[in-house]
Nanobody
Framework: QVQLVESGGGLVQAGGSLRLSCATSGRTFSGLVMGWFRQAPGKEREFVGARSGGNTYYADSVKDRFTISRDNAKNTVYLQMNSLKPEDTAVYYC?????????????????WGQGTQVTVSS
């Protein structure tokens, strides 16, 4: 099994930046596909981005603003969010599955963090 612990959420002004962290444990980090999702009140959970090895994929809504990186020594994945907009406000979740390629579908992920609130003020 895989355990995920998120941190880094908070309140930021539009145009600002925030970095979320997701620490993993329980198995070899290199064997995981790591994804980021978000969910606003009354909305479905939405794909943000995913990374496996050096391969990354982002939703069009965040492409060129958000970046996923991995620190293999710390078994941690990061979501760097720049040029934040009010519409980015949501609970953000990290997720993991066993695989080799980035995956978009929410129901493909087997392990989830608890979520962390990101609020972007106008």
């Amino acid at each position: 099994q895989v355990q995920l612990v998120e941190s880094g959420g908070g309140l930021v002004q539009a145009g600002g930046s925030l970095r979320l962290s997701c620490a993993t444990s329980g198995r070899t980090f290199s064997g995981l596909v790591m994804g980021w999702f978000r969910q606003a009140p009354g909305k479905e959970r939405e794909f943000v981005g995913a990374r496996s090895g050096g391969n990354t994929y982002y939703a069009d809504s965040v492409k060129d603003r958000f970046t996923i990186s991995r620190d293999n020594a710390k078994n941690t994945v990061y979501l760097q969010m720049n040029s934040l907009k009010p519409e980015d406000t949501a609970v953000y979740y990290c997720a993991a599955l066993l695989g080799l390629r980035p995956v978009v579908a929410v129901n493909s992920y087997d392990y989830w963090g608890q979520g962390t609130q990101v609020t972007v003020s106008s």
